[in-house]
Nanobody, 123 residues
Framework: VQLVESGGGVVEVGGSLTLTCLAS????????MHWVRQAPGKRLEWVSG????????NAASSVKGRFSIFRDNAKNELYLQMNSLRPDDTGVYYC?????????????????WGQGTQVTVSS
């Protein structure tokens, strides 16, 4: 199982970024997937999740209306579109594989994680 994130970088306040997670080594379409972030010195924070079929999503209140999660099961890819970025969105963003098909919002206890991609929002 491998999860590889990309797309992070430095962006100004109000800017946008799209993160991508490429999955391999398992049947991607059978698992819900999530984005989780960690700001410097802080605990892991669940950001958003999507069910295995891609037709049900959920997001933390801190990002709702600004971030969108979606997936392409044909490409084994998970995405996070981030708009109206703020300094408190800064952190390392991880994609994570759930053991079930539905979204369990708020959970950060996942068995498989990517290496993370750094997002820095500068003011």
């Amino acid at each position: 199982v491998q999860l590889v994130e990309s797309g992070g970088g430095v962006v100004e306040v109000g800017g946008s970024l799209t993160l991508t997670c490429l999955a391999s080594g398992f049947t991607f379409s059978r698992h819900a997937m999530h984005w989780v972030r960690q700001a410097p010195g802080k605990r892991l924070e669940w950001v958003s999740g999507i069910n295995s079929g891609g037709d049900a999503t959920n997001a933390a209140s801190s990002v709702k209306g600004r971030f969108s999660i979606f997936r392409d099961n044909a490409k084994n890819e998970l995405y996070l579109q981030m708009n109206s970025l703020r300094p408190d969105d800064t952190g390392v963003y991880y994609c994570a594989r759930d053991s079930v098909k539905y979204v369990n919002a708020g959970n950060t206890d996942f068995g498989k994680w990517g290496q993370g991609t750094q997002v820095t929002v500068s003011s």
